[in-house]
Nanobody, 127 residues
Framework: QVQVAESGGGLVQTGGSMRLSCTTS????????MGWFRQVPGKEREKVAI??????????NYADSVKGRFTISKDNAKNTLLLQMNSLKPEDTAMYYC??????????????????WGQGTRVTVSS
């Protein structure tokens, strides 16, 4: 049974930092690309950061709005995905979701390929 669970959200002031974690089980974590997405009410879900993980290489891709502030990382030994968020802004307020996509079968940058999702963790940045 696949399980994806986010944690680490909460309330933080503008300029602060927060680290989100995503623990997984039920699938071969090191054979999957992983991503963080976020959504606010009334808007479409958007990509925050994706970590494309292939057998011989891996690379990260970030939304322009978070480049230089957020860092995505993957701990294959612990089946865990992390998102370090620094210099947080009120516009980062959203529900953050972790998701997984199999390595092969299409581009890891295509959000529609992510088929394992968590329930989300809420991040609120106060001004």
């Amino acid at each position: 049974q696949v399980q994806v669970a986010e944690s680490g959200g909460g309330l933080v002031q503008t300029g602060g930092s927060m680290r989100l974690s995503c623990t997984t089980s039920g699938f071969a974590f090191d054979d999957y690309s992983m991503g963080w997405f976020r959504q606010v009410p009334g808007k479409e879900r958007e990509k925050v950061a994706i970590l494309c993980d292939y057998d011989t290489t891996n690379f990260a891709n970030y939304a322009d709005s978070v480049k230089g502030r957020f860092t995505i990382s993957k701990d294959n030994a612990k089946n865990t995905l992390l998102l370090q968020m620094n210099s947080l802004k009120p516009e980062d307020t959203a529900m953050y979701y972790c998701a997984a996509a199999a390595q092969y079968g299409g581009s890891c940058l295509n959000p529609s390929r992510y088929n394992y999702w968590g329930q989300g963790t809420r991040v609120t940045v106060s001004s």
